[in-house]
């Protein structure tokens, strides 16, 4: 699909990656293209599944969630219903901001914010381990962050 998007497509994608409230207008000043050009390009770009929605970046430690953790889950079992079972977990918890099947010695990582030492014990403790799907559980405190953008290099 990459092959459909010209120089200019790729200009918006950036552009509303850094903002997603630019308007029409002010695309068009940014590209050099016109106003109703850049709203043709946009709205095919959303219907075509480019842009898959808009949102606001929210400060996740003055709402109180200053904890990030990093989770490792090894499964009970290996096999499409115990998968299936994980992952119903996994979307019914709005504490977990990622969550990915991975390869080799663990089956998934998941990225849980928290406000405290004391939630993280009861989520691991209470939702994660109890639950059928799971065996093992490995957790690690993110000390510092380096690095957090979603933006992706175009």
């Known amino acids: 699909m990459i092959e ?8 918006i994608l950036s552009l509303l990656q850094e903002d997603g409230r630019l308007t029409n207008n002010e695309l068009s000043e940014r590209i050099n293209l016109s106003a109703s050009q850049c709203s043709r390009r946009r709205t095919r770009l959303e219907e075509e599944g480019y842009i898959r929605g808009y949102r606001a970046e929210l400060d996740r430690e003055k709402l109180g969630l200053g904890i990030v953790n990093i989770i490792s889950v090894t499964l009970a079992t290996h096999n499409r219903d115990n998968a299936r079972r994980f992952a119903d977990l996994v979307a019914k918890l709005p504490e977990i901001m990622e969550a990915h099947a991975l390869t080799g010695e663990m089956d998934y990582f998941i990225k849980v914010v928290t406000p405290d030492l ?5 989520f691991v403790n209470e939702v994660l381990l109890p639950h059928e799907s799971v065996q093992n559980v490995k957790t690690a405190i993110v000390l510092d962050t380096l690095k957090e ?6």
């Open 4 to 11: 459909h998007l010209d120089t200019q497509d790729r200009k």
């Open 149 to 154: 953008d979603g933006r992706l290099p175009l």
């Open 118 to 122: 004391r939630t993280l014990s009861a």
